[in-house]
């Protein structure tokens, strides 16, 4: 994690560019891969001789924005939104006096919305919509989760 003069990433770091539109009016992400199906291999032997590597599985991506936000987003998307594949990139730089600290991007590649949920509640909230997407694969600073990855 990057402290720069005590300060650390917060939300206000990230810049998210979501099939090219820099939108500022998420409220919340989250995203996440995962490696699974590795199986030890034991032969003959009581004791595992090897494992196979299982595959990389790209978990869920999901985006709350504020309602203004989507509709900037279907509307940059146009008709058939939910069959568009684009690229989401989050950018994290913290800015420390006016000194730019280091940079980190992840590139969350080929995604595709599968959900969208809309949510209202009484108060001052501000009305905000929660959409989740798939991903096939997430370049975490540029670096690929396997050496063998051939969308990369």
Not at 9 to 26: E, F, K, N, R
Not at 63 to 92: A, C, H, K, N
Not at 106 to 124: A, F, M, P, R, Y
Request: proline share 7%; hydrophobic share 35%; aromatic share 6%.
């Amino acid at each position: 994690m990057a402290i720069i003069n005590g300060r650390a990433y917060d939300h206000s770091s990230h810049l998210i560019l979501v099939a090219g539109l820099p939108t500022t009016l998420i409220k919340e992400m989250s995203y996440a891969q995962a490696r699974d199906g590795e199986t030890m291999i034991h032969g003959t032997s009581r004791v595992p001789r090897g494992r196979t590597f299982g595959k990389i599985l790209p978990g869920d991506v999901s985006i709350q924005l504020y309602q203004s936000g989507w509709e900037d987003m279907r509307t940059l998307l146009g008709p058939g939104y939910m069959q568009r594949i684009f690229p989401i990139v989050v950018t994290r730089q913290t800015d420390v006096q006016g000194v730019p600290g280091p940079t980190h991007t992840d590139i969350l590649k080929d995604c595709q919305i599968k959900n969208v949920e809309h949510s209202t509640s009484e108060g001052g909230d501000a009305t905000v919509t929660t959409i989740t997407l798939s991903c096939m694969l997430i370049l975490e600073d540029g670096v690929p989760p396997t050496l063998d990855n051939p969308l990369f």
